[in-house]
């Protein structure tokens, strides 16, 4: 059974920094793309950036290339996702998700999702 368990949203004013974390657990993800998805109130759920477990190819959404970083500690099962620069429009619930095979920007490919961590920029 895999679970996804993110931590570390809060509230944070427009230009500073938080980091997400995804402890992840139930089975080994060497094969696997982590994958960082938020959803704004009133909004779809949109991709965010992913990583593969085992190589570390990464991939952002464009509206997060250059503030958000993706990594991965795969001695600790855990994905990371640092913000910085962070907006306002950055305010969303912030969901971790684990697919096997391939980096896939189509929340609908995700087999796994974490419960979501609230992330909130104030101006």
């Known amino acids: 059974q895999v679970s996804l368990v993110e931590s570390g949203g809060g509230l944070v004013q427009a230009g500073g920094s938080l980091r997400l974390s995804c402890a992840a657990s139930?089975?080994?993800?060497?094969?696997?793309?982590m994958g960082w998805f938020r959803q704004r109130p009133g909004k779809e759920r949109e991709f965010v950036a992913v990583?593969?477990?085992?190589?570390?190819?990464?991939y952002y959404a464009d509206s997060v290339k250059g503030r958000f970083t993706i990594s991965r500690d795969r001695a600790k099962n855990t994905v990371y996702l640092q913000m910085n620069s962070l907006k306002p429009e950055d305010t969303a619930v912030y969901y971790c998700?684990?697919?096997?095979?391939?980096?896939?920007?189509?929340?609908?490919?995700?087999?796994?999702w974490g419960q979501g961590t609230q992330v909130t920029v104030s101006s």
């Open positions: 998700a684990a697919r096997q095979g391939s980096l896939f920007t189509a929340a609908a490919m995700y087999d796994y």
């Open positions: 139930g089975r080994t993800f060497s094969t696997y793309a």
């Open positions: 990583i593969t477990w085992s190589g570390g190819s990464t």
